[in-house]
């Protein structure tokens, strides 16, 4: 069988990329779309079958080093492997003559099991990195079944949270890109008040404009009375949903706006066909550390722990970030400068 290494149109890519097992929004050309509006250039590598059907790939981002050294590569969500491993040698090649000094990956194993990734990483020349990007530790929620089978999965106090929309008078409508801006906005409220980094408003209506034209984006906004209270950006990426970003006021939030809103975005995620969503992001521990220690904690994303547990999702985690060194010295003096940076 022949092969070759190609650069993939953005809707071919997509469509490759929607109908793998490991499909994920990161490695959609939205997404790099949105990132090159802030320094990332993307490249997309594939290794194409006989037919011409692309069999595995990855999308990277790159990004110059300081002072002109070399170049970095980010690939979140991949490689995106192929049953041939003909084909996805030819890719590692490809890969390595990217032009980039070094490549994190950061393959995404969290929707289905893949005991053999770390072995096929190492073999690829990889090493584990502790310098993660995405938060490798989340909850997926099943979405299969009808919606009250959805409800009965979560626990008690989450279910009835969810329930409160009309008695507690809150409306959830779509959102648009102006909304994203004010959204944006919000975020920077909300990290704020507990202690996490929030980018710029810019880079959210970023998001949502990047993806706004496939209808992979919904910017849900829970309201009082006229009164934005909470507002949640989920995306999707063939079979998967997720909540990316989530932001809320102080204001009435007696009336549940944030627990709402989450079920407005299950029952979204649901309707464009995703048979899962992916809360996006809880501490890094096992089960049993989470569950005894999240009512004794709110640092970091303990909080976080607590809202998402109720859901009714299963604890996952990625096997995490893999940096493939292809100028050793260059990564080197990299690795150097990220340690350094950390003990300041």
């Known amino acids: 069988m022949a092969y070759r290494v190609c650069r993939p149109t953005a809707d071919r890519w997509d469509a490759f990329v929607r109908a793998h097992p490991d499909a994920h929004a990161l490695q959609l050309s939205a997404w790099a779309i949105h990132q090159a509006r802030f320094g990332w250039q993307a490249l997309r590598l594939a290794v194409a ?30 490689p995106l492997f192929s049953e041939d491993e003909r084909a996805n040698a030819l890719l590692w090649q490809a890969i390595r003559r990217c032009g980039a000094s070094f490549v994190k990956f950061e393959p995404c194993n969290w929707y289905r099991p893949r005991p053999d990734l770390p072995e096929r990483l190492i073999r690829a020349g990889l090493r584990c990195s502790p310098e993660t990007v995405q938060i490798p530790r989340t909850i997926v929620v099943d979405l299969s079944g009808t919606e009250e089978e959805l409800l009965r999965r979560m626990n008690q106090s989450t279910r009835y949270k969810c329930r409160l929309g009309p008695k507690k008078e809150i409306a959830v409508r779509l959102g ?28 959210y209506q970023s998001a ?6 496939s209808g992979e984006v919904a910017l849900l906004i829970a309201s009082y ?3 934005d209270l909470a507002g949640a950006m989920i995306f999707r990426c063939g079979e998967n949903a997720y909540y990316f970003y989530g932001a809320s006021s102080d204001a009435e939030r007696n009336r549940m706006p944030t627990y709402i809103l989450q079920w407005e975005a299950m029952r979204w995620a649901k309707a464009q066909g995703a048979l899962r969503y992916d809360l996006w992001g809880i501490p890094d521990a096992d089960v049993q550390t989470l569950e005894a220690e999240f009512e004794k904690r709110d640092d970091g994303l303990w909080g976080v722990y607590k809202f998402k547990r109720g ?34």
């Open 49 to 78: 079958g006989e037919s011409d059907e692309l069999l595995a790939g990855a999308q990277l981002l790159m990004r110059r080093l300081p002072f002109g050294i070399g170049v970095r590569a980010y690939a979140p969500a991949a």
């Open 208 to 213: 949502y404009r990047a993806f706004a034209p």
């Open 225 to 227: 009375k006229g009164q």
């Open 176 to 203: 648009d890109e102006a909304d994203a801006l004010r959204f944006g906005a919000l975020m920077q409220l909300t990290a704020q008040r507990d202690g996490f980094y929030a980018r710029p408003p810019e880079y």
């Open 311 to 344: 859901f009714g999702g299963e604890v996952r985690r990625s096997v995490g970030a893999w940096d493939l060194p292809i100028n050793r010295l260059i990564y080197t003096a990299y690795r150097w400068y990220i340690q350094r940076m950390k003990k300041k």
